[in-house]
């Protein structure tokens, strides 16, 4: 098998495949058609989640192939909790993938119907699903170490989302305050954010470590819920209480575009408050001891600043110094391969800037 990751020749190739590929318009005939469990990981990943792809790709080859694996199967448990509407079904199908490597090799879970998909973006994740086991190949031949550590991760990541899918559907539709939708991030990316630390830190793992890591996944995130907020309106869901008249359609009207403008502007300002615990997490864990961590750690966390920045424009607040574009993101990130310095600066220059945006979006919009 072609190694992944780039300590081999195909890093670069990896890197270059995952901005470019067209996430909203998948080659869903090419992907079908792939037969080699490596490649067909590879180019799974973007459309996974292109921005973790990135940092992912950056790993040294063993940790990449690991951590390649284990997003995957979290991408699935997402698909399940996407696609499948009936909250009973979704719990049972939830339980039953974060049961299926009690056995070993692990079952084939059940193909989604296609109808469930509402667009490509859905069908590529329900192709994922149905080609499972070719993800479970490469699976097969990761350490045993990291098998475990990736069997916990979608255990307890199940575990999460069948808590949320119940908390749901008893509140008819919302989380009803923050205490929840920390709980439900924690869950969703808190544990992946865990689990890739443990698999790539140089230092012991604490408790503290380990809450510092949950910070930071919170502000990941809520990068998505705060993009999303409209998308989840429409299908039923809303992750503040104050969206609970709007569920079921898009928002129109001035009432609930401004409420939706003010919940977005609230989860923001939450996540960015958030922004200390990355420095945190990176010096506690001695991220930048090695080239290709702590680069992948600067490129999330440019990534990160480069949604809220767009996000934050959107609610009328000014766009601060973050990059621009992915590809201004990773010419200010590879550099970090060359220094452990310079990535210091990095940090210290983005934390600057999202701190600041926390200020400002804590002052009213200009009329």
């Known amino acids: ?14 890197l270059l495949r995952g901005l470019t590929v067209d996430r909203s318009r998948p080659d869903l005939d090419s992907l079908a058609a792939e037969r080699d469990p490596e490649r067909f990981v590879q180019r799974m990943l973007p459309h996974a989640a292109r921005s973790f792809a990135a940092s992912i790709v950056m790993l040294p080859r063993r940790q990449a192939k690991a951590a390649s694996v284990a997003y995957l199967y979290c991408r699935m448990l997402d698909t399940y909790e996407d696609l499948l ?6 719990i049972r199908e939830l339980g039953a993938f974060g049961e299926r490597f009690a056995t070993d090799p692990p079952p084939l879970p059940p193909p989604l119907p ?56 008893e ?26 630390l443990e698999l790539v830190s140089a230092s012991e793992f604490t408790e503290a470590n380990r809450e510092d890591a949950m910070l930071v996944s919170e502000m990941v995130q809520l990068a998505n819920v705060t993009r999303d907020i409209e998308a989840d309106l429409e299908r039923g869901v809303g992750y503040h209480p104050a969206l609970s008249p709007y569920l079921g359609a898009g928002p129109s009207g001035p009432e609930a575009l401004a409420t939706v403008r003010e919940v977005r502007r609230e989860l923001i300002g939450l996540a960015l408050s958030r922004t200390p615990a990355y420095r945190r997490m990176y010096e ?28 934050a424009a959107s609610t009328g607040y000014p766009p601060w ?14 550099p970090c391969l060359l220094t452990a310095g310079l990535a210091d600066r990095t940090l210290r220059a983005v934390e600057r800037d999202l701190l600041r945006a926390a200020a400002d979006l804590a002052q009213p919009v200009a009329s």
């Open 85 to 90: 509407p009936d909250p009973q079904a979704r």
């Open 1 to 14: 098998m072609r190694a992944l990751g780039p300590s081999s020749d195909l890093g670069p190739v990896l």
């Open 284 to 311: 506690g864990l001695a991220l930048d001891a090695k080239p290709s961590v702590r680069t992948a750690a600067i490129v999330l966390l440019l990534f990160t600043s480069l949604h809220y920045r767009g996000s």
């Open 114 to 169: 296609l109808e469930a998909a509402g667009g490509d973006r859905d069908r590529v994740h329900l192709l994922l699903v149905e080609r499972c086991g070719l993800v479970d190949e490469v699976y097969a031949g990761l350490d045993p170490a990291d098998r475990a550590l990736i069997a916990g991760l979608v255990r307890d990541m199940a575990a999460g989302m069948s808590w949320a899918t119940r908390a749901f559907a």
């Open 171 to 196: 509140q008819g539709g919302v989380l009803v305050d923050e205490g929840q939708l920390t709980r439900y991030c924690r869950a969703v990316i808190g544990l992946p954010t865990v689990f890739l």
């Open 321 to 334: 110094s973050s990059p621009r574009s992915r590809g201004a993101v990773l010419a200010r990130g590879a």
